[in-house]
Every structure is written in structure tokens, then in C-alpha cells.
């Protein structure tokens, strides 16, 4: 079992829709982040979260941090095939200083 | 483009080899991480280095080891490679070490490849 569950695994939408990612644990986390990784390239910061109920907007995207910091959602308005690729979010535990966990990752296909 | 480099980008090497990934993080970066992503284990974190000095392990196999020199510069050491060991190897850098869980954002570089046959 992974300490940060995301889903769905897998997200297969048309172009100008919504989608909404999940990223879930029954840890504390003291600060999320959220990457985007394309195929044979290394991950790529979107955004950090830091304090519990905290939502921040990157243009389409949303990014909310739970209030008891133990979950994320990234939601995507109006997708486009440029959001293709796969999103990733990556806690940080106090105790384990800056030591990131790695949710498993989505999928997200934008069809034209 | 992150700032972190990171060569060889490919490595076709067979069992029993050993192998040296060299990265060399983002200019004023003093922590250096490295991570493997495979298909079915996603990204999983190895080993961290502060300013010289070991930080962090994470599930880093003993025939892997890792040092970061004077100039910041870090490398990976893969020995007696097995095909298991076939996959992506990112290093990432930040400013700080992160203690108390301070969480400094991590960028990462473009990876190796590494094919073991």
C-alpha cells in the first residue's frame, strides 16, 4: 500500500472538459506538491501547498490542500491536449525532513 | 528547462556491469536527490545529499551507492546491474536539506535511461 493514493489511475477525457485528480493518505502532511511529468522527460513542479483548507490557481488548474492536510485534488477546467501527461503529487513528512513520497501518479489523455 | 543536468541521457549496458549517472544541480542548490522510476514501481526515492553529506536514504539497493563532491556535482553508482535495474534515474536539487519538514520544491533533471540486457 502506498502511503499517497492517487486516482483514478488512468483519465480519458475530450478536449474541453473538466477532471478532477485525487491524492489521498491517512498521514499529516506538512506541505504537498503537485509535478507533471511527459513521456522521457523528468517531472515538473506545479505548485506547493503548505497550510491545511490552502487552494491556489495556475490558470486552469486549482490545487486545494485538505483541511487536516492528509489529501490534494488538481482540478482542471476547460482541459486541452497540451494538459496531457502525467500528474504526480508528492508529500512531505515532518519527521522524515525533506524526503518526498510519491503518489503513484495519473494518467491524464486530452483528445482533440 | 529545470537548470539540473544530468548525463549520460541513454545507457545500454549488461548484467554484471557497473555503471557511474552524473548530475550536476541548479546553480545556488545544495541538496541533491535521486529517485528511480520504473513502469511498475513508480517513483521511488534513494538517497539524498547535503552539501556534501549524506541526508536521507531511502529504498537504495546496498549495489547502489551515491557521493556528492566539493563542487556540488553528485553521481550514482549502479554495480552488478541486474535487468531489474533497467529504468529512469532522476536527480532532483533544491536549496535547503529540509529538516523539520520545511519542504523545499525539488526540480529535477532529464533523467538517464537505463537499459540493462
Known amino acids: 500500500t502506498q502511503l499517497l493514493e492517487q486516482s483514478p489511475q488512468f483519465l480519458s477525457i475530450q478536449e474541453g472538459e473538466n477532471l478532477t485528480v485525487y491524492c489521498n493518505s491517512s498521514?499529516?502532511?506538512?506541505?504537498l506538491q503537485w509535478y507533471r511529468q511527459e513521456p522521457g522527460e523528468g517531472p515538473v513542479l506545479l505548485v506547493t501547498?503548505?497550510?491545511?483548507?490552502e487552494v491556489k490557481k495556475l490558470k486552469r488548474l486549482t490545487f486545494q490542500f485538505g483541511d487536516a492536510r492528509k489529501d490534494s485534488s488538481l482540478h482542471i477546467t476547460a482541459a486541452q491536449p497540451g494538459d496531457t501527461g502525467l500528474y504526480l503529487c508528492a508529500g512531505a513528512l515532518k519527521a522524515a525532513g525533506n524526503k518526498l513520497t510519491f503518489g503513484g501518479g495519473t494518467r491524464v489523455l486530452v483528445k482533440p | 528547462d529545470s537548470g539540473v543536468t544530468q548525463t549520460p541521457k541513454h545507457l545500454i549496458t549488461a548484467t554484471g556491469q557497473r555503471v557511474t549517472l552524473r548530475c550536476s544541480p541548479r546553480s545556488g542548490d545544495l541538496s541533491v536527490y535521486w529517485y528511480q522510476q520504473s513502469l511498475d514501481q513508480g517513483l521511488q526515492f534513494l538517497i539524498q545529499?547535503?552539501?556534501?553529506?549524506?541526508?536521507a536514504k531511502g529504498n537504495i539497493l546496498e549495489r547502489f551507492s551515491a557521493q556528492q563532491f566539493p563542487d556540488l556535482h553528485s553521481e550514482l553508482n549502479l554495480s552488478s546491474l541486474e535487468l531489474g535495474d533497467s529504468a529512469l534515474y532522476f536527480c532532483?536539487?533544491?536549496?535547503?536539506?529540509?529538516?523539520?519538514?520545511?519542504?523545499?520544491?525539488?526540480?529535477f533533471g532529464p533523467g538517464t535511461r537505463l537499459t540493462v540486457t
Open positions: 532532483a536539487s533544491s536549496v535547503g536539506s529540509g529538516g523539520q519538514g520545511i519542504a523545499y520544491e525539488q526540480y
Open positions: 545529499y547535503y552539501n556534501g553529506e549524506e541526508r
Open positions: 498521514s499529516v502532511f506538512s506541505s
Open positions: 501547498v503548505v497550510t491545511g483548507g
